[in-house]
């Protein structure tokens, strides 16, 4: 993957705007850069992506998720193709004119929904401050799968989740083992994995792939300082993309700022929906 960094701050994420006016108030505040990560999470989808005309990343693949990167908010162009195809080719999806919002920390999926079609998913991260001895867990389903329930150490903590929806509440700290089953049954699609829950952290996890295609995986991402009393921004720390099939983390991926790689293949934009549970 080859990445020109100085032009990172020039294209980034797409759809953000209407992710901006979905947002909780404590996701968006007033003033500042915007903290944007990216989950490529469509199997098998190689691309190129061009900003202002000129290369940003090139063979970017699935796999991916970036560790956050500030964004000034403004106004972006981007373009992205199928990879090797070059800058005059064909669109596989392009924007112009992308308003990027100021204060938002949010990561962007590009994922196969339900039926199997690549869909981009913007997620607002939640940063508010949890309980002392306490940490926040969010599930998001962003795979080709049905309904699914995800337990802790065997019991379902979130139930009947479907794609593109998430749920979150907050756990004492440690570690648990999760694992996500079919709705309302014991079928294990994916896992079981030890998830470090650290005080003070917020830790998302992401079901993508198909089911069909029997490559469905979990990537983690951790965002660090939600503690009642912060010691700094909470930004994240980029984040894991595991094979739980095979009973391990079989891949590390980290691409400092890859915010295009929602674009693959995508026609439609749709923002985030919340399927929260308290």
Known sequence: MKLTI????????LALASVALAAPAQAVDSGGDAQVSVLHAIPDATVDVYANGEPLLTDFEPGTLTDPVALPAGSYDLKVTEAGAGADA????????????AGANIT???????EGNPALTPFVNDTSAVAAGQARVTVRHTAAAPAVDVRADG??????LTNPNEDSTEVPAGTISADVVLAGTDTVAIG????????GTSTIVYAWGSAEADNLQLAVQTISGVHSAPGGVAAGSGGQAADLYAGGVTGWWMALGALVAGSVALAVVRPQRSAARR
């Open 6 to 13: 100085p032009r990172l701050l020039a294209a980034l994420p």
């Open 90 to 101: 064909d669109a596989v999806v392009e924007a112009s004119g992308v308003e990027v919002p």
């Open 108 to 114: 962007v999926t590009a994922n196969l929904d339900a």
């Open 155 to 160: 019991a379902p903590v979130f139930t009947d």
């Open 192 to 199: 079981p994995a030890d998830l470090d829950l650290a005080e």
